[in-house]
């Protein structure tokens, strides 16, 4: 099942980095946008998806034998229309290729069988679908039957979600930090999940069933790291948020696991960085050691 | 801008009916998908998203000058990759085509310049893009700053957005329904909605911001209508979800307006509700007939 391949893989290559894959061409070289002959506002739908494939490949190619698992977000791609949908599919193939776990960013969530045709669509291994991933991110505000149904797809398939509970953003506190009855929302929706999870706990002793936990939020991380024993945290937040390493280290439990650190632009735009004259590949490489060490930093700093 | 069409064309039609286009394999008449040589689990996904666009081109062709407007649940699509996209876009030019608005429920939001991706995606004009529509469903987990993008890119075409504020399914309780300081976390988002709505105010008295509320929660709807003047309501779950006819009642203000009522199986699929022997055109049409006269029922119930 997800979790237990990919708490193997965290293990065996000794990072919990997740690299996210937010093509988006107002951020790539201009050298690169003229391979394909379009600018960064191009009206050609087709040739703007073939970039964001090919940005990806390369930002695949630099990460795969470091990292174990990559989060494409929906949006980016959807901004394509069929065309961007057509080199999301060709992304998470070309990711599976090289041997990666995929997480799609989507932050899906609807109702009854609107929520049965997303788990579906992206959870379910028969009939065989290309956009099929590993895990989903899940956004709850529809409540607890609007997840149920990723929850039974995700169960029968052996496959993750990781349900929104406390993100990254400063916004994130409008509904998620409000208090009832003595629990935060983020703690109303973790409960949810972790409950649920217990239907799903891999032999690794973590479930499939996770939460996305920013990693700007370190009173929250706390508060939910010691309330959700064997749960796994997708943290995104590092990087261009400004995530600190003591709300990283805050995620991981005592095992140094429990936490999937995601960093997106400030891996895969390296140039954007101060990295002008290196070759994309090396410079994404680059990024993605200096962020490594930083996590691993933080996870020693633990136990 | 679209409210003020919405509204002109709803006082010219006289219905403030909204069909819904979830089109799903498994309800369609068998002796249908035998035309694309498919089953509803069919792994042929580009035959699958063909009969789902061809489906919904007779609903299409029975509605459209019978309502003003057409929400595709954008799951039903996703569920058949880049082909069920492409059949998006095709639905969504042949709705057009046929002078009918579209609202596209996704009920999508994320953080910053994802939620960017997808205002865009979906709502700007320029660069023209096939999945662009006339308003689009969002979901306000990750809160206000999640949805602003939305809000500005809506702002900048004229567009629409309906945020999910009290759904229709008894899990939208689980949060929607708690109380904090004296407020409901509904109308903690409908009050951020309301205000953001002032600056997108139409010639017809109504905002392009409006909410989701559900025909199955009276008392919330009730409440809502008294507190937002000037907003409209898209309100799903009459026909297959039950939703009561005082419910919808509640929705519409002292014009009689203010409500869009959506109904989607109960109108696309007659033949499950027992019209057997009636062509499909047919049968569409005489289930919307019955709901069209329903729903002014319950408007003139109003003042």
Redesign the interface.
Known sequence: MFIDVLVERIEKVGTPLCVGL?P?LALMPSSFLDRFGITP???D?AAGAEALFHYNLQVLDAVADRVVVVKP?S??F?????????A??RSIAAARDRGLLVILDA?????????E??A???LAK??????EVDALTL??????????PFFAEAKRWGKGVFV?AR??????????D???DGRF?YE??AD?VHEQGRAAMGASGYSNFGIVVGATVEEQARRLRARMPGMYFLVPGLGAQGGALSTLAACFDDRRLGALISVSRAVMYPHLHGSAGTALVDAIRAALAGFSEQVRGAVRGVV
Do not use: W
């Not at 959807?78 to 057509?86: P, S, T, V």
């Not at 956004?139 to 149920?148: A, F, M, Q, R, V």
């Open positions: 937010d988006s506002d191009t009206a739908l977000q949006a980016y959807e901004l394509f229309g069929a065309h961007g949908m057509r999301l599919e932050k899906r969530g609807d109702i009854g069988s609107t929520s045709a997303y579906r669509a992206y028969s009939p065989p679908r290309e956009l956004s709850p505000y529809l409540g607890d039957d609007s997840l149920s929104c993100t990254s953003n400063p916004g994130g506190a409008m509904l998620q409000l208090q009832v929302v109303i929706v949810l």
